[in-house]
C-alpha cells in the first residue's frame, strides 16, 4: 500500500512543481509587461475594447488621426450613434486590417471608417509602435497573422508569444505602477478617443504650418514642415530598444516625410486596402475613407489623389476634411493641443459633429438616445468623460499643463 502511496505522490509532485512555475512564470511575465499608465497611455488602446458591453453601429480604424480626431462619446450625445475607435499610433494598414478582422469576431457594424493617413508607410515602421498596437489583442489566429505581418527586421515573433523574452530587463527598473495595475491596467480612452482639453495655436508652435492649406498664410516651409522628422516619434516605454537598435542603420521607408517621395502609394498598403475593402463587402459594411486635418504629417496632392481615384473606382465615399475646414468651423489657433497634428477636444468635436451628420443623414444611423439599456450604459461613460475633463482642467490651473493624460 505503501509503495502505491509513493508512486502516486511523484507525478502529483510533478503536476504541482508545473504549475507553481507556470503561476511564477506567467506573474512575472504580467509584471514586467509595460502598464502604460503614465505618459504613454496608447499602450493601453487595443486591450480596452473588450471591456465593452454593447455592440456598435461604426468602427473607426487607423492611426492617431482617428483616435485624436473624433469622439464617441460626442456621436452618442448628439445624434444617438454607437461606435468605437480601434486605432493606435501609427498603426499601419495591415494592422488596421487585422484590427477590423479581430473586431468582426465580436460584432458587424454597419459602418466602417477608415482613416488613409497610414497608407504612405509600405513596410512595418518601429518595434515599440507594433507592441503598442498588438501586445493588448486578445489572443487568436488574428493576432497570430497580425504579428507576422508586422514584424521589423530582428525581431522574434517568439517575443510575442511570450512577452517576458523582450521585456525582462525591466525587472530591476519596475515602478509603482507596474504593481497597481498590475491584474488590470488603467482605462485611459472614451471607446477609443484619446481625450486633451489643452491648447498650443498652430502660430505658436514650429512642428507644422499652414501654407499648403487654403487660405493658409505662412510661407511654405518645404518637403517637411517644421523641420520635424518624424512627427510620431515617441519616447522608447522599454528604455532599451534604442539602445539595442543603435548601430543598425534606419529604414527606409515610403513616408511623407521622405525627401525623395515617390508619387505612388506602395503595393503592401494598398493591397490592405483591398482586403479591407472586401471584407466589408463580404459582411454587408458600408467601408467610409477618411482623411483627418492633421497639419503634419503632409498630406500631399498626389496622395489625396490616389485615395480619390481608389474611393470612385470601388464607390466609396471619401471624407476629406482638409476641404471641410469652413464647413466644421475647425480653428487650428483653437482646436489643437499640439501645434497642428491633433486636435484637442474642441476640434475632435466639430469634426465628429459634422461626421456625425453625415452618418445620421446619409446612412441612416439608428438614434439609441431612448433605449434604456444603451442609455444606462453611455451614462456611465459620459460619468467618466466629464470626469476627465474636470481632472484635466485641474491639472491645467495648477501647474498650467496636462501632466497625467
Same mark, same amino acid.
Given at each position: 500500500?505503501?509503495?502505491?502511496?509513493?508512486?502516486?505522490?511523484?507525478?502529483?509532485?510533478?503536476?504541482?512543481?508545473?504549475?507553481?512555475?507556470?503561476?511564477?512564470?506567467?506573474?512575472?511575465?504580467?509584471?514586467?509587461?509595460?502598464?502604460?499608465?503614465?505618459?504613454?497611455?496608447?499602450?493601453?488602446?487595443?486591450?480596452?475594447?473588450?471591456?465593452?458591453?454593447?455592440?456598435?453601429?461604426?468602427?473607426?480604424?487607423?492611426?492617431?488621426?482617428?483616435?485624436?480626431?473624433?469622439?464617441?462619446?460626442?456621436?452618442?450625445?448628439?445624434?444617438?450613434?454607437?461606435?468605437?475607435?480601434?486605432?493606435?499610433?501609427?498603426?499601419?494598414?495591415?494592422?488596421?486590417?487585422?484590427?477590423?478582422?479581430?473586431?468582426?469576431?465580436?460584432?458587424?457594424?454597419?459602418?466602417?471608417?477608415?482613416?488613409?493617413?497610414?497608407?504612405?508607410?509600405?513596410?512595418?515602421?518601429?518595434?515599440?509602435?507594433?507592441?503598442?498596437?498588438?501586445?493588448?489583442?486578445?489572443?487568436?489566429?488574428?493576432?497570430?497573422?497580425?504579428?507576422?505581418?508586422?514584424?521589423?527586421?530582428?525581431?522574434?515573433?517568439?517575443?510575442?508569444?511570450?512577452?517576458?523574452?523582450?521585456?525582462?530587463?525591466?525587472?530591476?527598473?519596475?515602478?509603482?505602477?507596474?504593481?497597481?495595475?498590475?491584474?488590470?491596467?488603467?482605462?485611459?480612452?472614451?471607446?477609443?478617443?484619446?481625450?486633451?482639453?489643452?491648447?498650443?495655436?498652430?502660430?505658436?508652435?514650429?512642428?507644422?504650418?499652414?501654407?499648403?492649406?487654403?487660405?493658409?498664410?505662412?510661407?511654405?516651409?518645404?518637403?517637411?514642415?517644421?523641420?520635424?522628422?518624424?512627427?510620431?516619434?515617441?519616447?522608447?516605454?522599454?528604455?532599451?530598444?534604442?539602445?539595442?537598435?543603435?548601430?543598425?542603420?534606419?529604414?527606409?521607408?515610403?513616408?511623407?516625410?521622405?525627401?525623395?517621395?515617390?508619387?505612388?502609394?506602395?503595393?503592401?498598403?494598398?493591397?490592405?486596402?483591398?482586403?479591407?475593402?472586401?471584407?466589408?463587402?463580404?459582411?454587408?459594411?458600408?467601408?467610409?475613407?477618411?482623411?483627418?486635418?492633421?497639419?503634419?504629417?503632409?498630406?500631399?496632392?498626389?496622395?489625396?489623389?490616389?485615395?480619390?481615384?481608389?474611393?470612385?473606382?470601388?464607390?466609396?465615399?471619401?471624407?476629406?476634411?482638409?476641404?471641410?475646414?469652413?464647413?466644421?468651423?475647425?480653428?487650428?489657433?483653437?482646436?489643437?493641443?499640439?501645434?497642428?497634428?491633433? =486636435?484637442?477636444?474642441?476640434?475632435?468635436?466639430?469634426?465628429?459633429?459634422?461626421?456625425?451628420?453625415?452618418?445620421?443623414?446619409?446612412?441612416? =444611423?439608428?438614434?439609441?438616445?431612448?433605449?434604456?439599456?444603451?442609455?444606462?450604459?453611455?451614462?456611465?461613460?459620459?460619468?467618466?468623460?466629464?470626469? =476627465?475633463?474636470?481632472?484635466?482642467?485641474?491639472?491645467?490651473?495648477?501647474?498650467?499643463?496636462?501632466?497625467?493624460?
Amino acid at each position: 500500500m505503501m509503495d502505491i502511496i509513493k508512486k502516486a505522490k511523484k507525478p502529483a509532485a510533478g503536476v504541482i512543481s508545473v504549475g507553481v512555475f507556470l503561476v511564477l512564470f506567467l506573474g512575472i511575465q504580467r509584471l514586467v509587461v509595460p502598464k502604460y499608465a503614465d505618459g504613454l497611455p496608447e499602450g493601453n488602446f487595443t486591450a480596452e475594447y473588450y471591456d465593452e458591453t454593447t455592440d456598435h453601429d461604426v468602427i473607426l480604424i487607423g492611426d492617431c488621426e482617428v483616435y485624436e480626431n473624433i469622439d464617441p462619446i460626442c456621436l452618442w450625445s448628439e445624434y444617438g450613434i454607437t461606435s468605437y475607435i480601434r486605432g493606435n499610433a501609427q498603426q499601419l494598414a495591415w494592422q488596421s486590417y487585422y484590427m477590423l478582422e479581430d473586431t468582426l469576431r465580436f460584432e458587424t457594424p454597419r459602418v466602417v471608417i477608415y482613416n488613409v493617413q497610414a497608407l504612405v508607410h509600405d513596410r512595418p515602421q518601429k518595434e515599440e509602435y507594433s507592441r503598442m498596437s498588438l501586445d493588448g489583442m486578445q489572443w487568436s489566429p488574428v493576432k497570430w497573422k497580425a504579428i507576422q505581418a508586422s514584424l521589423c527586421e530582428e525581431e522574434d515573433f517568439l517575443d510575442y508569444i511570450f512577452p517576458v523574452l523582450r521585456y525582462h530587463n525591466r525587472i530591476t527598473g519596475l515602478q509603482k505602477e507596474d504593481f497597481t495595475y498590475f491584474h488590470k491596467r488603467k482605462k485611459v480612452t472614451h471607446n477609443g478617443y484619446y481625450m486633451r482639453i489643452d491648447v498650443l495655436p498652430v502660430s505658436k508652435s514650429d512642428v507644422a504650418d499652414i501654407s499648403w492649406l487654403p487660405g493658409g498664410e505662412k510661407e511654405p516651409a518645404g518637403e517637411n514642415p517644421g523641420g520635424q522628422e518624424d512627427p510620431y516619434d515617441i519616447d522608447d516605454p522599454w528604455g532599451e530598444i534604442e539602445e539595442a537598435h543603435a548601430d543598425e542603420p534606419e529604414l527606409q521607408s515610403d513616408t511623407i516625410t521622405d525627401k525623395k517621395r515617390r508619387e505612388t502609394f506602395g503595393r503592401l498598403p494598398m493591397e490592405y486596402l483591398d482586403r479591407i475593402r472586401r471584407l466589408c463587402e463580404e459582411k454587408g459594411i458600408r467601408l467610409i475613407l477618411m482623411k483627418a486635418p492633421s497639419l503634419a504629417p503632409r498630406w500631399y496632392e498626389s496622395d489625396n489623389r490616389q485615395v480619390v481615384e481608389y474611393a470612385e473606382r470601388y464607390d466609396l465615399p471619401y471624407i476629406n476634411f482638409y476641404d471641410l475646414l469652413e464647413e466644421t468651423g475647425l480653428d487650428y489657433e483653437k482646436d489643437t493641443y499640439d501645434g497642428g497634428l491633433h =486636435m484637442n477636444l474642441s476640434g475632435a468635436d466639430k469634426l465628429t459633429k459634422y461626421l456625425g451628420k453625415v452618418l445620421a443623414e446619409d446612412y441612416h =444611423m439608428p438614434d439609441h438616445r431612448k433605449d434604456s439599456w444603451y442609455a444606462s450604459i453611455y451614462r456611465q461613460k459620459e460619468k467618466f468623460y466629464q470626469d =476627465m475633463i474636470t481632472a484635466q482642467q485641474a491639472e491645467l490651473e495648477r501647474f498650467g499643463e496636462i501632466r497625467s493624460y
